[in-house]
């Protein structure tokens, strides 16, 4: 299963006209008894001069998969960031903890959407920079609003 996910991440990168280049800075599988885990972290540059950096760990047991940690990041071409998805637990005030959207800036840190969530990076790099801004966690959505944890963004 792990092997088919990170296929289907490959090919939808291969084929995105949004993607540059694809530089694999690390990609394993770690096969126990027990489980499997995917540890992957993918540099992509897109075509319009930014690029985004997907990092996941990915766990399969028992015929199921769990993303356990992940990191996406998306900057422009100037090195600005424009948002990134991550789980790391050092927003506890957020509803959606620890799972938050940095909108444009560090500081600023939102909630996700909640119809966003379905875990995965696969269908990031899309055609056009408008489905870009509304990916989350692998598909496409037309909603593009969060909900701020907090008055400062």
Known sequence: MVEEYLHQIEVLL??????????????????????????????????????????????????????TKYRHHWQDGNGVLIKRWDNAPHHPTIDTFPHHLHDGAEDCVVQPPSDHWIGGAAAYPCRSRSARESWRWGRLTSARTVTPASGYC
Do not use: Q, W
Request: charged share 35%; glycine share 6%.
């Open 14 to 67: 291969s084929t995105s006209p949004a993607v540059r280049d694809v530089e694999i800075v690390r990609r394993f599988v770690r096969d126990t008894d027990l489980e499997k885990v995917l540890n992957y972290r993918y540099r992509i540059m897109l075509a319009d001069g930014g690029f985004i950096e997907i990092t996941e760990r990915v766990l399969e047991v028992h015929g199921t998969l769990e993303m």
